[in-house]
């Protein structure tokens, strides 16, 4: 079992607050999502394998998640460069955010960094309309989250 940094927000406890940067450098908020419900999703790094695929599965259902007035939000400690080249590469629709510096600081407020490998752990939170955590789910190291697992979530908002 991997040891985290930090402590999960609990259910229907508000998520933590945090501003980080998208792709283009636009600082996105924490606060910016109240109105409508959020689902955030912390993979460990761009252009690997099971990270890749769990984003493409979010890229390529996105419409069900717009759909249902839910914003997707990804992040990972990746630097800003990496992550704009991989969008570029690969057009996800939705905000990758860039927990770099410092250093996954909000991968620790949301209980999802791993100090010893220096990179958030696959940990996914769905926001209500509020900011306050409705349903979450931390995997192991390679274990990849079920998409639809996500969709019943949503569901239940």
């Keep these: 079992m991997t040891i985290l940094d930090g402590v999960p927000p609990a259910l229907g406890a508000p998520a933590p607050e945090f501003v980080l940067p998208n792709v283009h450098g636009t600082p996105v908020a924490s606060a910016d999502l109240k109105g409508k419900p959020a689902l955030i999703v912390f993979y460990p790094f761009a252009f690997t394998g ?3 695929n769990e984003l493409y599965a979010l890229r ?3 419409s069900e998640f717009k759909s249902a007035g839910v914003r997707v939000l990804a992040v990972s400690c990746d630097p800003l460069p ?3 080249v991989w969008d570029e590469s690969e057009d996800f629709g939705f905000d990758l955010l860039s927990d770099f510096w410092p250093h996954g600081e ?3 407020a949301f209980g999802v960094f791993d100090a010893k490998a220096g990179r958030a752990q696959r940990g996914t ?3 209500d309309a509020e900011g306050i955590v409705r349903w979450s789910v931390i995997n192991e190291p390679g274990q990849p989250r079920d998409l639809s697992a996500y969709k019943e979530a949503i569901s239940q908002l």
């Design 50 to 52: 099971i990270c890749s």
């Design 60 to 62: 390529d259902d996105l």
């Design 82 to 84: 990496s992550l704009k």
């Design 106 to 108: 909000v991968a620790q």
């Design 125 to 127: 939170f769905l926001l």
